[in-house]
């Protein structure tokens, strides 16, 4: 009779990892963009009456672009795809908005801060699990209805750069100029804090009054 494998043998099977298939599906998440914006799921009956806004106030210092349509709570209430803005860098994009939280799968980054994330959206609560990307490595969130139960290491980072325009992180194969989300002013503010592009001034919008895509460390800085 054979003798049985010992742990540590060869031929001893290879554990099985319980969240292979979340990996899967949140590497699959960050290499492709947030939403398409002529998808077929924004042709329902609930949409019929949505229409394109772009950077229309939705919260303190915050502005949408995408789909919107009027309720008690707005004239533009996001309602579909959409990118929301915060002046100061942060942004949240997600394929399905409903009357005004997000509600289906998404992603956030903030500009500066080597930190950007990735998984689902229900009913305005983060919900399941998570890709959060920050100081070159990967973790694993998960959540119950917005209340983050556990924490794990993943792996170390080796889809995302960061922009050398917006300094935001980004992955190469998600940067198309189907969506373009990099922001930026196309000239440098003047002695007294004002942006000659635009007219805004740096405190007010830091941001930018233009969007390109991204740009890697080996790319031109044109816009394109």
């Known amino acids: ?7 540590g043998d ?15 599906a949140l590497d699959a998440q960050m290499r492709q963009q947030p939403y398409r914006r002529f998808g077929q799921e924004y042709e329902a009956g609930e949409f019929a009456d949505c229409r394109f806004a772009e950077l ?17 709570k707005g004239q533009h209430t996001p309602h579909g795809w959409g ?13 399905m908005w409903r009357d005004g939280v997000p509600d289906g799968l998404g992603m956030w980054a903030m500009a500066g801060q080597g930190q950007c994330g ?28 917005g209340e983050l139960k556990r924490r794990i290491k993943w792996r170390k980072d080796k889809l995302h750069v ?13 940067n198309t100029s189907e969506e373009k989300f990099c922001r930026f002013h196309l000239s440098k503010p003047d002695y007294d ?5 635009c007219g805004a001034l740096r405190e007010v919008n ?10 890697g460390p080996d790319e031109s800085t044109e816009p394109q």
Not at 1 to 7: R, T, V
Not at 10 to 24: F, H, I, M, Q, R
Not at 193 to 197: D, E, I, Q, S
Not at 206 to 215: A, E
């Open 118 to 145: 990735y998984g689902t959206w229900v009913d305005g609560k983060r919900d399941g699990y998570f890709a959060l990307v920050k100081e070159g490595g990967v973790y694993i969130e998960e959540y119950a209805q």
């Open 206 to 215: 830091p941001r930018g009054c233009s969007t390109s895509m991204h740009v």
């Open 56 to 72: 229309v106030t939705w919260g303190r210092d915050q502005t949408f672009t995408g789909l919107t349509h009027q309720t008690p």
């Open 83 to 95: 990118i929301l803005e915060h002046h100061e860098g942060f942004v949240q994009a997600n394929a």
């Open 10 to 24: 060869p031929g001893e099977a290879k554990k099985e990892d319980p969240l292979s298939a979340v990996k899967s």
């Open 193 to 197: 804090g004002r942006y000659p592009c």
């Open 162 to 174: 960061t922009c050398t325009r917006c300094n935001m992180l980004f992955v190469p194969s998600a």
């Open 1 to 7: 009779m054979a003798d049985s494998a010992s742990p």
